[in-house]
């Protein structure tokens, strides 16, 4: 099956929202969205670890994945305020999220912790949502591709082709993210976005490499999503605080789905 035939729309929400407004955003986004069939679309919600829970039971599995927004490298152990990946299977999550910049750049983890992340997420059948993305110096200094290909390279060390179909990657520039973030211009995403597929297919060969979704996230908002999307690197968006109410996120959804299977038709006609 080919997983980029449909798009991946998915937020994750930090540390904003409590249990209860969790549970009610679920709730909303699945009413709003229950009439479009998930063949065409992954809808995902990464929330707060205390929310998983009661997250799971408000939706069915098949309409929203829920993912976690950070992991422990073990089953168990001696790792105080940690979360293992048994624990969030029995939360009933689906994926995990792994390197996003503010683990990276805040809680200072490294590539090497990573991958330890990503080959525990997937012995436990999790799947990882592994966030790349460079900063404003690396980017002014000429290396953003190279920074790129080093995390995606350590990132996935030591997965298998046939374990490819349970990564995503998610492009996230750190001089995009958050309250002043700047997003990057379609065509700068497009081409890192060419950068990444090119990395995961010298790593998993074609067909799988070629296979595993990818996503751009940073300050994607409604007046640049449709933009965003028609790029041909691009296989879903990873949306911040534009989709963190249930109506906005439901209309950014209706905005890019129809761009995004024009796109797919024309790319099948050629």
């Given at each position: 099956?080919?997983?980029r035939?449909k798009?991946?729309l998915?937020?994750n ?6 249990t209860?407004q969790t ?8 009413q709003l969205?229950k009439?479009?069939?998930r ?18 039971e ?6 929203v ?5 950070n ?14 990946p048994?624990?969030l299977q ?10 996003h ?12 912790e990573?991958?330890?992340k990503?080959l525990?997420?997937?012995?436990a059948?999790?799947s990882?949502?592994?966030c ?11 290396i953003?591709?190279e ?10 060390y ?9 990564i995503?990657?998610?492009y996230?520039p ?7 973030g ?10 890192i976005?060419?950068?990444?597929r090119r990395t ?5 060969g074609?067909?799988?490499g070629?296979?595993v979704?990818?996503?751009?996230g ?13 790029m041909?690197?691009?296989d ?10 249930a ?5 950014v959804?209706r905005k ?14 050629e």
């Amino acid at each position: 099956m080919d997983r980029r035939k449909k798009i991946y729309l998915g937020t994750n929400t930090k540390m904003y929202k409590t249990t209860a407004q969790t549970v009610a955003f679920l709730k909303r986004l699945n009413q709003l969205t229950k009439d479009i069939s998930r063949d065409r679309m992954e809808l995902f919600v990464i929330p707060s670890y205390p929310s998983l829970a009661a997250a799971r039971e408000s939706v069915p599995r098949q309409s929203v994945s829920l993912g976690a927004q950070n992991m422990a490298w073990e089953e168990e152990g001696q790792f105080t305020g940690e979360i293992s990946p048994l624990m969030l299977q029995e939360a009933g999550v689906d994926l995990v999220m792994v390197g996003h910049s503010e683990r990276r750049h805040v809680f200072r983890e490294t590539n090497e912790e990573e991958n330890k992340k990503v080959l525990c997420a997937l012995k436990a059948g999790l799947s990882p949502l592994l966030c790349v993305g460079e900063t404003a110096g690396e980017k002014g200094f000429g290396i953003a591709e190279e920074v790129i290909r080093t995390q995606l390279k350590i990132g996935l060390y030591g997965v298998m082709p046939c374990e490819a179909r349970k990564i995503r990657i998610a492009y996230e520039p750190v001089w995009a993210i958050g309250v002043n973030g700047e997003p990057a211009s379609k065509e700068y995403a497009d081409q890192i976005h060419t950068v990444i597929r090119r990395t995961l297919t010298e790593l998993f060969g074609a067909e799988a490499g070629g296979d595993v979704p990818v996503l751009y996230g940073g300050s994607v908002n409604p007046q640049n999503a449709e933009e965003l999307i028609w790029m041909p690197g691009i296989d879903g968006l990873f949306i911040g605080r534009s989709a963190w109410d249930a109506d906005n996120f439901n209309a950014v959804i209706r905005k890019v789905l129809p761009v995004f299977e024009e796109k797919r038709a024309g790319e099948g006609a050629e």
